[in-house]
Nanobody
Framework: QVQLVESGGGFVQAGGSLRLSCAAS????????MGWFRQAPGKEREFVAT???????DYSDSAGGRFTISREDAKNTMYLQMNSLKFEDTAVYYC???????????????????WGQGTQVTVSS
């Protein structure tokens, strides 16, 4: 079965950086479009970034210019480099994968078939 495991979350001061990782198994990672979402307390889960199987990317307005999504197919792993972190970036960050055959980058939760358990990112102001 498909498994997505996030890591790399933690506590960081505002202005700092973190790199999240998402290790995938049970799917053909090199042909899978992936994404990052986040959910802050009391808020809905929102799109952060997406990367297609051939590395086309898209970002939310809040992430663009500060976050970079990337993938390493040889390791079945996706990354999210987060720089210049702000207090409002505090959230649980989720890794997601589209179903086989859905190759375009995607920004909506409903477009993803598989989800990880999430990793907490806390930014102090």
């Amino acid at each position: 079965q498909v498994q997505l495991v996030e890591s790399g979350g933690g506590f960081v001061q505002a202005g700092g950086s973190l790199r999240l990782s998402c290790a995938a198994s049970g799917l053909t990672f090199s042909k899978t479009t992936m994404g990052w979402f986040r959910q802050a307390p009391g808020k809905e889960r929102e799109f952060v970034a997406t990367i297609s199987w051939n590395s086309n990317t898209d970002y939310s307005d809040s992430a663009g210019g500060r976050f970079t999504i990337s993938r390493e197919d040889a390791k079945n792993t996706m990354y999210l480099q987060m720089n210049s972190l702000k207090f409002e970036d505090t959230a649980v960050y989720y890794c997601a994968a589209r179903a086989p055959g859905y190759l375009r980058e995607a920004t909506m939760r409903s477009e993803y078939a598989y989800w990880g358990q999430g990793t907490q990112v806390t930014v102090s102001s």
